[in-house]
């Protein structure tokens, strides 16, 4: 997996057991942290059966998480599905909102991540997180823009004659238009602007 592919994580529960912004508040700021992606069976409109689309997702995934909380019977059946794939998958319960506030016995060995509050849902979804990626660095636009710098001076000094869309590829920075770009009065728009240090 390249450095800009997005991680994506599949994520069943019972839609009728929280409300959906306040539950899915906790997913979103995961994402920035780490730089994954939480997809909900909800959120695309396909022409695929729903058990065709979460099938999909669940292989497309990275991993999978299923909160049982509840008991419901369609997360349940998602489970089984994803403990019947190749890809690694979590049980999420918060027994609060479980019948007998326990799990069912055929899963009551299987480990879990139990929570009863959405920040501790978070926190041990980020313990989670955490075993499988690393924290993603946000950076200052100062400290953004001096790493870019530093990757030009070091591009040119061992490669001088550079294009400016040679360096941006290099780079990873997206180019502007010829119209857009200041250029030196002996530069070739045709050719692309060359820079020397």
């Known amino acids: 997996m390249t450095q800009n592919e997005q991680r994506s994580?599949?994520?069943?529960?019972?839609?009728?057991?929280?409300d959906r912004r306040d539950y899915r508040k906790v997913f979103t700021s995961l994402e920035k942290a780490f730089g994954v992606k939480f997809i909900f069976a909800d959120e695309k409109i396909t022409n695929?059966?729903?058990?065709?689309?979460?099938?999909s997702y669940i292989q497309a995934a990275d991993f999978s998480i299923y909160d049982i909380s509840g008991w419901n019977p369609n997360v349940t059946l998602e489970l089984g599905i994803g403990m019947m794939s190749q890809k690694?998958?979590?049980i999420l319960v918060n027994p609060d909102k479980t019948p007998n506030q326990e799990v069912p016995s055929d899963i009551k060995g299987i480990d879990r991540i139990q929570y009863t509050s959405f920040s501790d849902l978070e926190d041990r979804l980020a313990a989670?997180?955490?075993?499988?990626y690393s924290r993603v660095e946000r950076q200052t636009l100062d400290q953004y823009i001096e790493s870019l710098q530093k990757t030009v001076?070091?591009?040119?000094?061992?490669?001088?004659?550079l294009t400016m869309a040679d360096?941006?590829?290099?780079?990873?920075?997206?180019s502007t238009t010829d119209a857009g770009c200041r250029r030196p009065a002996s530069c070739e728009p045709s050719r692309g602007c060359v820079l020397t240090w």
Do not use: C, T
């Open 9 to 18: 994580i599949f994520v069943a529960y019972a839609y009728n057991l929280y």
């Open 48 to 55: 695929m059966h729903i058990m065709q689309k979460i099938i």
């Open 88 to 90: 690694d998958w979590y």
């Open 128 to 132: 989670l997180l955490s075993q499988r």
């Open 153 to 161: 001076h070091d591009l040119l000094g061992s490669s001088p004659g």
């Open 167 to 174: 360096i941006s590829k290099v780079s990873a920075v997206e």
